[in-house]
């Protein structure tokens, strides 16, 4: 018997985490993608919806206002539940398949200028309500820029990771790959004044017959860490104080600068692709683009013919 819908999503999510070891934040990302298609067939189900169904669906998620690259992906997910489905023997054909999707929007990375950052880890020192929370997030800070980390491989990191004044850090990134990411010096004078504090803390939890923490970034809620939602509006507030557009500033545009100004610098592509910890090197080479865009601007702006030609056109 062809299981119900929901039996669908969850044995196809088991088997992507399984089989192609697919990172959690993505399989939630499928996961409600697939629930609102579900939700949209209404009383239809996936072993019913045919091929002008999907179509039909990706019209009403447009006429929605859903963003291009939110539209790919939906139909991305349905239409490998159906490839899914097909192998398994509950449909005998995938509805999506000859369906062209949108496509998704490519957009150059939003960087920062390496003053831009240098401001914004020089507020994060003194930003705070009292020593505990100014120390902490110059170490969230310093850590960020000095690893270009993502966002929840930075909240999550463990504070084993830190231990023993390290040159280079042991990270869990998408689909718990690991990899290797050295530390700046002003990182690890940053992380060694936290870790004073925290262990004090967890000195304090031991005595109350409390287990000390995991995590180098503790937070109250469930997950033990500081969640990505709280960093994000910290850094933006950050941003504020040190007069930098707080809406060019997010957890990911520090990764950005990361490995924009490493480019800059003359760090190899490869290098910063391992670093980042993506899977292909093309996702790395975007920011040879990034740079390129820099560089024409700074010669449009400073040049003495670029400024001669500029006046003339005025």
């Not at 192609?20 to 609102?36: K, P, S």
């Not at 040190?242 to 809406?247: F, I, T």
């Not at 490995?259 to 592509?269: M, S, V």
Request: aromatic share 6%.
């Amino acid at each position: 018997m062809t299981p119900d819908p929901a039996r669908w999503i969850s044995t196809y999510l088991q088997a992507q985490s399984a089989e192609h070891d697919a990172a959690t934040n993505t399989q939630l990302a499928y996961g409600r993608d697939l629930i609102a298609f579900s939700d949209w067939l209404g009383s239809r189900d996936f072993a019913t919806a045919t091929h002008a169904d999907v179509e039909a669906y990706l019209v009403a998620c447009a006429d929605a206002g859903l963003a291009q690259a939110t539209r790919a992906r939906r139909l991305s997910a349905i239409r490998q539940l159906y490839r899914f489905a097909k192998e398994e023997g509950w449909r005998d054909d995938n509805p999506a398949i000859r369906i062209s999707g949108p496509g998704a929007t490519h957009h150059l990375p939003r960087t920062l200028s390496e003053d831009d950052v240098t401001r914004i880890l020089d507020t994060a020192r003194n930003f705070g309500r009292g020593e505990r929370d100014r120390v902490r997030n110059c170490a969230l800070l310093e850590l960020l820029y000095a690893t270009g980390m993502r966002v929840s491989e930075l909240v999550e990191l463990p504070v084993a990771a830190v231990r023993g004044d390290p040159r280079m850090i042991l990270v869990k990134g998408k689909g718990d790959k690991e990899r290797m990411v050295p530390l700046s010096t002003p990182a690890k004078a940053a992380i060694a004044a936290w870790l004073t504090l925290r262990d004090a803390e967890d000195e304090a939890r031991r005595a109350l017959g409390q287990p000390p923490g995991k995590y180098l970034f503790p937070g109250p809620g469930a997950a033990g860490h500081l969640t990505r939602q709280h960093f994000y509006l910290l850094i933006k507030d950050i941003a504020a104080a040190a007069g930098v557009d707080p809406s060019r500033v997010t957890p990911h545009t520090m990764r950005h600068a990361f490995a924009t100004h490493l480019l800059a610098g003359g760090a190899d592509l490869r290098v910063i692709q391992t670093l980042l910890g993506h899977a292909d090197l093309a996702t790395t080479e975007i920011y040879t683009h990034v740079l390129e865009d820099h560089l024409k601007e700074l010669v449009l702006t400073h040049h003495p013919l670029a400024r001669k030609t500029t006046q003339k056109t005025k």
